[in-house]
């Protein structure tokens, strides 16, 4: 049985700013565009949380939210930096460690370099280890495969460590709200509300048939993570496809106006991410879904690695008005890149091996 642990540090940006910064502890704090320039928030600290205020939210809506909410711009670079620092103490005790942002990862224990035989106790240790050399917090769940790591590693934040042991894990799973469930997003979890789905206990009584017929080939995922299954292997070299965003709206668009406004907004977060992952793609991918749950997708791909938001926006708002509405609302867009290169590093990688690995933890 293997032993994963996944590592999420707590409101990384937001808490790296105000550890160098020290007017900003205590206050509520969002790293991102401020209102005037329409962009959206990145991070946000759990004092500006307790308001409502999230990733991609619009900062013109995080304002609104918190009157007195701090805006501050984001620094890549150092947060690049820390994550060097937190990848190499992960690589002190195994190099199985696969990034999933700046501030995410899981890491593959069950044969660790130090032998030691609880990943529970090398959970600690890592946790201590960023803190002393940091001065940042990271919250860490523990179990037997990565969905279940994942799920853990959210039950005690900040700062905290929870592990889900094997004979936990199914009763865990069946009390889980299906809105909490990890890789559920809001649009599934409504679609799943509809289908009278409202727990992991309920996700169980569907047959694996019924789940791809509602949901395609997710359905096939749905039905092993319902029952805690979950085979997937801590990949240190995964390789990134694309970078994207998207949103989903409880009540559907039926202005194009707003729509081309909404575009701009995840626009700006797909920029956010690609700076991230220091990384820009050649083909944009527009996607639409109607009320209906109808999707279609528009591509276009250039000469260019696309890495300005400007460019981003452009494109996506072209993609958009070559799509005919007809009159039909719409609940979700989504805008994504691929064909990535450029400037990919995955610490650890040789030039070759560089220039198709995933961003620095």
Do not use: W
């Not at 894990?169 to 599934?188: C, D, N, Q, R």
């Not at 240190?236 to 965003?245: D, E, F, T, W």
């Amino acid at each position: 049985m293997r032993k994963i642990i996944h590592i999420d540090m707590d409101a990384f940006y937001a808490s790296v700013e105000q550890r160098d910064y020290p007017r900003y502890r205590g206050k509520p704090l969002a790293v991102g565009a401020t209102p005037h320039q329409r962009g959206v928030v990145c991070a946000a600290s759990y004092e500006a949380r307790t308001f409502g205020i999230h990733s991609a939210l619009s900062s013109r809506v995080a304002l609104q939210r918190c009157p007195h909410l701090i805006f501050v711009p984001p620094r890549f670079d150092v947060y690049r930096l820390i994550s060097q620092q937190i990848r190499a103490i992960f690589e002190q005790h195994t190099d199985l460690v696969e990034p999933v942002a700046l501030d995410e990862a899981y890491l593959d224990v069950t044969e660790n370099k130090l032998g030691l035989p609880y990943a529970t106790t090398i959970a600690r240790a890592i946790r201590a280890s960023i803190f002393k050399e940091t001065g940042l917090t990271a919250s860490a769940g523990v179990s037997f495969n990565k969905f279940l790591a994942k799920m853990a590693s959210g039950l005690n934040k900040p700062n905290g460590l929870t592990v889900i042991l094997p004979e936990q894990a199914e009763t865990f799973v069946e009390s889980l709200p299906i809105e909490k469930f990890h890789g559920i997003g809001k649009v599934s979890a409504t679609k799943m509300h509809e289908l009278d789905i409202h727990t992991g206990a309920d996700l169980t009584q569907r047959s694996e048939a019924e789940l791809v017929h509602h949901f395609g080939k997710v359905g096939h995922h749905y039905f092993k993570i319902a029952r805690a299954q979950d085979d997937r292997l801590v990949e240190a070299n995964r390789i990134r496809k694309s970078v994207g965003a998207e949103t989903s709206y409880a009540q559907d668009l039926s202005d194009r106006a707003v729509m081309l406004h909404e575009l701009e907004t995840i626009a700006e977060t797909v920029y956010q991410r690609l700076e991230r992952h220091q990384t820009g793609g050649r083909t944009i991918t527009l996607k639409v879904k109607f009320a209906d749950y109808q999707q279609i997708t528009r591509s276009r791909t250039v000469m260019n690695s696309i890495r300005e938001v400007a460019t981003i926006v452009s494109l996506a708002q072209e993609l958009f008005e070559a799509v005919e509405l007809e009159g039909r609302n719409v609940r979700l867009l989504g805008i994504s890149l691929s064909n990535l290169g450029g400037e990919e590093r995955s610490l650890g990688a040789s030039p070759l091996e560089s220039s198709i690995q995933l961003v620095l933890f």
